[in-house]
C-alpha cells in the first residue's frame, strides 16, 4: 500500500518525533523538579539511556512512549503498511527495553517506567496522581515501578 503523503512530507513528519524531550519526559521533569527531586538526564554510562537518572536514591526513570515501546494499551496499534518491518522493529524496541533493566537491577539500580497512557488517551491519570506515585517511589526505596493508564 503506497504512502498517502509525498516523501518529503513524511520526512518532515519523522523529524518531528523526538527521543528526547518529549512531552511525558517534560512533564516528569517539571513536576518532580518542583517536589525538590534531584536528578540527571539521559547518562550514557548506563544502559538504556534513562531518561532521568536520580543518583542519591539509585533508580533510574523511563518515559515510554506507548508506540514506539510497543505497550499493549489503548494508545498503541499496529501499522497496517509495511506490518512486518514495525512488528520486528517494535520487538527489537522491546528486547532492549528488557536487556537495558535486567543490566540496571543488576548494577543495583532501581528502575521505574512511566507509560504515555499515563497521561495521554482515554485511560490517563492526573498529572498530580503520576507525579506522587513516582516521588513516593523514589523516596521509598521499594523495589521496581510501572504507572500506565487505567
Known amino acids: 500500500m503506497p504512502d498517502i503523503v509525498s516523501p518529503e512530507v513524511r520526512s518532515r513528519m519523522m523529524s518531528g518525533i523526538r527521543g528526547k524531550n518529549t512531552r511525558l519526559e517534560l512533564a516528569l521533569r517539571k513536576g518532580l523538579h518542583a517536589r525538590g527531586l534531584r536528578y540527571r538526564l539521559h547518562s550514557k554510562k548506563l544502559a538504556g539511556k534513562p531518561d532521568l537518572v536520580f543518583p542519591k536514591r539509585r533508580a533510574v526513570l523511563f518515559a515510554h512512549g506507548c508506540f514506539w515501546h510497543g505497550h499493549d494499551c489503548k494508545i498503541f496499534k499496529w501499522p497496517s503498511s509495511r506490518p512486518e518491518y514495525w512488528r520486528s522493529k517494535i520487538q527489537r524496541n522491546r ?35 503520576v507525579l506522587n506515585s513516582c516521588e513516593d517511589w523514589l523516596r521509598s526505596g521499594s523495589g521496581p515501578l510501572v504507572i500506565e493508564g487505567r
Open 95 to 129: 528486547q532492549r527495553d528488557a536487556i537495558a533493566v535486567l543490566t540496571l537491577e543488576a548494577d543495583g539500580w532501581r528502575v521505574g517506567v512511566v507509560w504515555e497512557c499515563a497521561l495521554k488517551g482515554p485511560s490517563r491519570l492526573p498529572l498530580d496522581v
